[in-house]
Structures are given as structure tokens and as C-alpha cells.
């Protein structure tokens, strides 16, 4: 009796309404999605019907395979898995060192370089762009891996500091006490206590960083030359013309570019509310 | 003190962890690749000077060309005549090497100041326009071409002006631009509307098209420079001979004269007549030329490289035969006639003038302009006109639409010369293409509008 009551109280006006913003919300967001693939399966000329999403007359596999071929988009997919894997990866290792060190280390300096190090956010990467690509040329980075991995890891760096330092103060130091007592060391109590405290944190700091240098093409359209290490953002460009574009192939390209981000999102999303806001509130 | 040295040696250890633990987790990913690529760059950065320097002179050794262009999609338009060319180039010359680095206009032009700065390519694209070419000049990156050995080239008479400064040549252009108004001639007939003989009788067309439920004339009103060509357009009906009026309102900054204010008038008529589509002052390229090849439109104001248009099979057969083109007519009191076209030389091609391999890059630039190149590809693929004489290339299946541009540009009495937009510092530029589109909608009076790009001038 009490269970019929209790599922009978699941579908109250309140809720349902609930659901149905619910609903409506998650359809907005998806909708873009929806409207990138649907696109992408069209002709270049029905994209310009009136209707919202275009209904194919037939379904334009072709644009993927030219994607595929024309766009070089293995080489470039590869390029940007590893240059990204690699900027995640480093991000993660310094911000979690850094903020360690600022934050429960006691030295006379710590405040001020955990602030200089935060100032980064406020630097503008177009700003940085041409003295950038000058000391590059004179260091011969330009058209090299770490072309694009230094300005990626240096931009995602305070973001990530400023998350991590938040993140930590929630860890009682206690914790770390009782360790020391044990015998461990700096080391130790970083990477065997506190990275697995900061699980949500980590993935939150990734997915940040993932998703800002998943798109990035300013920098590196400025720092490379060669397709060796091009990224995806390139994949669309080879479709470019110089007044008008294939657009479908575009749509196409950017479906592609646009899948693993979306799984990287899926799969981290799960942390990625809590650490935000946890790192919020202790700032 | 002692916590000072305490401090400073946490600090040390704690930079030597960092970098360690840098080298440490990353070495098993990238070394081998990273590290690969940075020394194979460093010694063939080094290796590149010394060796190409050396290979230019003793001809037949391996040469690598770079080669810095504004057309990313190599596989259709302009971007497939320029890699065929060098394609065919490679084949004739197997020991050069041509490398590609293809950027869209916008990156294009911000890496092109990179470029500027240290290790420009040996042949870059450029535009034969003060607002681009006026700085690239004065930092010194091209390198000067002989004029007389171009006497043979072909050139159409004035085509080289752009490229000039000082009486020497930087460059040279690549098509010849016209600006017309493509209209749908079987709209036309069905509705029994005729092609404008003057400018008012096109304001006049606006509300007979419009009440059809067609849209008269699609404009591309998003990105500023097809209004700054159409004003252009009006400028030269208004006034007969622009070029040194022009020129001169720039120096001085100051376009308060009445022929400006006049052709301003008349481009704001025509957004008043209703001649464009609704939201065509934020419409893109491919919107407003697809509501024309979607026969939603009569016509379509834009370039005579869009004559591709009568070929592109993509577009509907109904509206692709029946694509023709006119000219922007004369106003009732202007100067100017139908005939005084709005056309230009735009983009182009040049040497920098630090290339190490500068004999080998002058050599492919002739190559492409040689007469079967540019002009030959081009015209084939129906890309637009070559600034060279193709009257050789004539195979006499051009379509109608091909016909009437050559028609427009053999009968002009007098073209306008790079368009108003393009005869500034960039900054001018970058104002009047974003203005435009408020003095058309009204949003900034004519007064006000002629002040700013005045002012940008400065």
C-alpha cells in the first residue's frame, strides 16, 4: 500500500513539469548535434532550404569518405590524439605538483608564485602570437611537435592551478600527517594519496583541457607549416575555397572532429560537475 | 635564515622534481617521435641553408620550393589551376620539390606577418592592393621582378599597376575581376521583366520582383566587400573616372565630396527599394549566391569568377542554362556608362626577397604564367579570366555566360581599377567593409558613414 502511494507521489503535476524542462533542456543541447550530423549528410545546395534540418534527398555518404581521403583526417586525427593526450597528460602532472607546492609546502614565496602562475589566464593568446612564433623560429620549434605543445600546456596551465588549488584545500592535512608519520615522502604522499583524493578534480582539469585545445587553430596555423604534425582543425580547411566552400564536407569533417571530444565528454562527465564546483567554493 | 635556506632548497628540489617527473612520464610517449622531429628540423634548418644555397648554383641538384598560397582547397577552382601547374612543374623538373602550405584569406594574411618577420616562403600569393601590399612593401619581403621580361607575358594593359611601387614590379597579378549582376534570364522571361538600361529602372524592378515572391538581387551583405565593389560600381556610374579621386580622399582622408556622398545615395536607394533579400546585411557568401542558384532569387550581384556557376552541375539545370550577366547600368544624371566596368586585378603571385633559392621561385613564377598555365587552366575550369590575353584559348564552346564577360571587357570604355575598399591602409579597409552595411540599412547616415572611413584613413 505505502509503495503504491510512494510511485503514485513520483508523478505529481511538479514532477512531471520537472521532466518535461528537463526535456526540453537536454533537446536544445543535443539539438546542435543533431543539426551538425543531419548536415552533414546533405548536398551542399539543400542546406540552404528554408526548413530547419534538411531531409536528404539522398544520403551523402560520399562527404565522409572525402573527409576521409581528401581531408587527411587519420594523419590529423592522429596528430591531435597525441598532441592533446600529451598536453592533458603534462597539464595534469605540473598543475597537481604546482599546487601541492603552493599550497601546503611552507616557503616564503609560495603565495606569490602561485599568483604569478594564476596570472596567465589573463593573457590573451593573440597577444602572444607573433613574438611567440619569433622565439620559436630562433629556438627551430616552429614546425615541431612542441610547437604546439608549449603554448597548449602554458595556457591550459592557470586554469588548471587555479581548480587544483581549490580542489586541495578539501583534503585534511591530517591525512598527510599521519603519513609522514609513516615514512613516506613528498612523492609518495603525492601521487599515492593525493592523486587519487583529487580523481574528480583530474578529470575536470582534463576535460578543460582537452576540449579548449581540441579546436585550437590560430596557434597552430601560425606555428606550423608541413602536414607532419597538423591538427584537425586543418581537416576543415582543406575544403575552403577562396570564395565559397564545400560546405557539406565541412559539416562532414567537423561531425568527425567534433565525436571524440563529444566521448571524452561522456566519459569524464561523471566528475566533472563535482569538481567544478567543489574547486569553486574553496578557491 | 635557516628557514630561508630550508625554503630555498625545497624550492630547488622542487623545480629538479618538476622537471624530472616532466621527463620522466612523458619520455615514453614522445620522445621518440618529438625528439626525432626536433633534431630532424634543427639539422635540416641548418642543413637547408647551406645545402640549397649551394644546390640553386649548381642547377640540376635537388631543390626544394616552398610555396605560401591563399588557396587551401587544392582540389577544386583556383586552388586545382595552381596545383596542377605545379604538378606539371615537378614532372618537367624532377629535381625540384615544390612544397605547399595553403591557408584560408583571414590566417592566411596573419601568418603571412609571421612570415615578415623571419623566413618567408620563396613564392607567397599577394593581393596587388594598397590596403595589403602597401606595408608588405615597406617591410621589404618581395623581392623586385624585371619588368621588361615580362613584355612578352601577355599582360592586359594596366594590369601590372598594383603591383608597382615606385616604378618597380613586386608581382604579378593572377585573373582579371569584373563585377556584374548575374540574373536568371528564363525568371526574367516567364515574368516579362526586362534587363535594366538604367539604374533606375533597376530600383524600379525591386517592388515588380518582390511582389512575384522572388527576391531581386541576393547580396553577399555579411561580408562588406561585394557592397564596397557595388559601391564602387556606382562611384565610377556617378563619376566617370574614380581612380585618382579616390586616391586622393584617402591621402587626405576626407570624402565629403559630392560624388561620394551621391553613389552612397544611391547604394542606400537600393536597400530602400527593397532590391535585396531580407537579413542581407548578415547573410554570408553561400547563402545569398544559394538563394540565387536555388532560383530564389532573379539576380545575384557578384565577380566574374562565379561564372563556374554555368558549369557546376550541382546547380539545378533549370537556372544553370539560363544564367546570364549585365553590367551595373548608368544612373539617369551620372557621368559614367554602362560600359565603365568595375574590374580589377586582385590576387597575385610574388618572390620574397630573401628566398635562398630566389633564381629557382623566379623561374617557377614564369612557369605558371607562361601562357598555357594560368590563363589556359583557368579558363578551362572556368575560374574566371587570366590579366593575361587568352583570345588563344578560345575553344568555342564557352558558355553564354563566359561569352558575355569577355563581351563586357572587350567593349568597357574605361574599368575602375582595384575597388574602393582595397585602395587604403588595411584599417580603412576593415572600416568601410564594416560600415557599409550600416549606412544600407540606415543604422549611420551617409554624412556620418563618409566621416568614419575618412577618419580610418589617418
Known amino acids: 500500500m505505502e509503495k503504491k502511494i510512494k510511485t503514485k507521489k513520483q508523478w505529481t503535476v511538479g514532477r512531471v513539469l520537472l521532466w518535461v524542462v528537463l526535456i526540453c533542456v537536454a533537446v536544445i543541447q543535443i539539438f546542435p548535434l543533431i543539426w551538425l550530423v543531419d548536415f552533414s549528410l546533405a548536398s551542399s545546395n539543400e542546406m540552404f532550404t528554408k526548413g530547419l534540418l534538411v531531409i536528404p534527398q539522398k544520403i551523402q555518404w560520399g562527404n565522409y569518405v572525402k573527409a576521409f581521403i581528401d581531408g587527411h583526417f587519420l594523419l590529423y586525427l592522429k596528430n591531435s590524439l597525441l598532441i592533446n593526450g600529451l598536453a592533458v597528460l603534462l597539464v595534469i602532472l605540473i598543475s597537481l605538483m604546482a599546487a601541492f607546492a603552493c599550497k601546503r609546502m611552507i616557503w616564503k614565496m609560495s603565495g606569490l608564485v602561485k599568483t604569478l602562475l594564476l596570472l596567465g589566464m589573463m593573457i590573451p593568446i593573440h597577444a602572444t602570437l607573433l613574438p611567440n612564433y619569433k622565439i620559436y623560429n630562433m629556438l627551430g620549434l616552429t614546425d615541431t611537435i612542441w610547437a604546439l605543445l608549449i603554448p597548449y600546456i602554458a595556457f591550459s596551465l592557470p586554469q588548471a592551478l587555479f581548480l587544483m588549488t581549490g580542489f586541495l584545500d578539501a583534503i585534511p592535512v591530517e591525512l598527510e600527517e599521519a603519513a609522514v608519520m609513516d615514512g613516506s615522502g613528498i612523492y609518495r604522499i603525492v601521487f599515492r594519496m593525493i592523486l587519487p583524493l583529487m580523481k574528480s578534480s583530474v578529470a575536470t582539469v582534463a576535460i578543460m583541457t582537452f576540449l579548449n585545445n581540441w579546436n585550437e587553430f590560430m596557434m597552430a596555423s601560425t606555428y606550423l607549416s608541413s602536414p607532419t604534425w597538423k591538427t584537425l582543425p586543418f581537416s576543415v580547411l582543406e575544403f575552403t575555397g577562396q570564395y565559397s566552400s564545400n560546405y557539406a564536407v565541412q559539416f562532414a569533417v567537423m561531425a568527425l572532429t567534433a565525436a571524440p571530444a563529444v566521448l571524452v565528454y561522456i566519459l569524464l562527465n561523471k566528475h566533472i560537475t563535482k569538481g567544478v564546483a567543489m574547486g569553486a567554493v574553496k578557491g | ?458
Open chain 2, 1 to 458: 635564515m635557516k628557514r630561508k635556506v630550508v625554503a630555498g632548497m625545497m624550492a630547488a628540489l622542487m623545480a629538479a622534481g618538476l622537471l624530472a617527473g616532466c621527463g620522466n612520464t612523458e619520455k615514453p610517449a614522445s620522445t621518440s617521435a618529438a625528439d626525432k622531429s626536433t633534431s630532424a628540423a634543427a639539422t635540416s634548418e641548418s642543413s637547408k641553408s647551406e645545402s640549397s644555397k649551394s644546390e640553386s648554383t649548381a642547377s640540376g641538384d635537388a631543390v626544394t620550393l616552398k610555396i605560401f598560397s591563399n588557396l587551401p582547397d587544392r582540389k577544386n577552382g583556383q586552388g586545382l589551376v595552381e596545383q596542377t601547374i605545379i604538378d606539371d612543374y615537378e614532372k618537367e623538373n624532377p629535381n625540384v620539390k615544390i612544397e605547399v602550405e595553403a591557408l584560408d584569406e583571414e590566417a592566411y594574411k596573419t601568418k603571412f606577418k609571421a612570415y615578415a618577420m623571419d623566413g618567408m616562403p620563396d613564392v607567397v600569393s599577394i593581393w596587388g592592393q594598397p590596403s595589403f601590399l602597401d606595408e608588405v612593401l615597406d617591410a621589404g619581403v618581395l623581392a623586385e621582378l624585371d619588368q621588361d621580361a615580362y613584355k612578352d607575358y601577355g599582360f592586359v594593359s594596366g594590369s601590372l599597376d598594383g603591383f608597382m611601387k615606385d616604378g618597380k614590379l613586386y608581382g604579378l597579378p593572377r585573373n582579371t575581376d569584373v563585377a556584374g549582376f548575374y540574373y536568371n534570364e528564363k525568371m526574367f522571361k516567364d515574368n516579362g521583366w526586362s534587363v535594366p538600361e538604367t539604374y533606375e529602372d533597376l530600383l524600379a524592378l525591386a517592388p515588380k520582383i518582390n511582389d512575384a515572391g522572388f527576391v531581386p538581387v541576393a547580396m553577399d551583405g555579411g561580408d562588406g566587400w561585394p557592397m564596397a565593389i557595388y559601391l564602387t560600381d556606382l562611384l565610377e556610374r556617378v563619376d566617370g573616372t574614380i581612380s585618382e579621386k579616390v586616391n586622393k580622399a584617402v591621402a587626405d582622408g576626407d570624402f565629403t565630396d559630392p560624388s561620394f556622398v551621391k553613389a552612397t545615395e544611391l547604394l542606400k536607394a537600393s536597400a530602400d527599394a527593397g532590391l535585396f533579400q531580407t537579413g542581407y546585411d548578415s547573410q554570408d557568401y553561400g547563402t545569398a549566391m544559394n538563394l540565387f542558384t536555388n532560383g530564389q532569387a532573379a539576380m545575384f550581384y557578384m565577380g566574374s569568377w562565379e561564372a563556374s556557376m554555368a558549369l557546376n552541375e550541382d546547380i539545378p539545370a533549370e537556372v544553370r542554362d539560363n544564367i546570364r550577366v549585365f553590367s551595373m547600368p548608368a544612373t539617369k544624371d551620372g557621368k559614367g556608362k554602362q560600359t565603365d566596368i568595375a574590374a580589377w586585378n586582385g590576387g597575385g603571385y610574388a618572390v620574397s626577397a630573401n628566398s635562398k633559392v630566389k633564381d629557382e621561385a623566379i623561374k617557377f613564377l614564369n612557369y605558371m604564367y607562361q601562357p598555357d598555365k594560368l590563363s589556359k587552366y583557368g579558363w578551362e575550369n572556368g575560374v574566371g579570366m587570366s590579366a593575361q590575353d587568352q583570345s588563344a584559348y578560345m575553344t568555342g564552346n564557352e558558355t553564354e555566360l563566359q561569352k558575355q564577360f569577355l563581351d563586357i571587357v572587350k567593349n568597357s570604355t574605361s574599368t575602375t581599377g582595384t575597388t574602393i575598399n582595397d585602395r587604403g591602409p588595411s584599417a580603412f579597409k576593415t572600416s568601410i567593409e564594416s560600415e557599409i552595411q550600416n549606412v544600407t540599412n540606415g543604422t549611420t547616415s551617409v554624412d556620418d558613414f563618409l566621416a568614419t572611413i575618412g577618419t580610418a584613413c589617418k
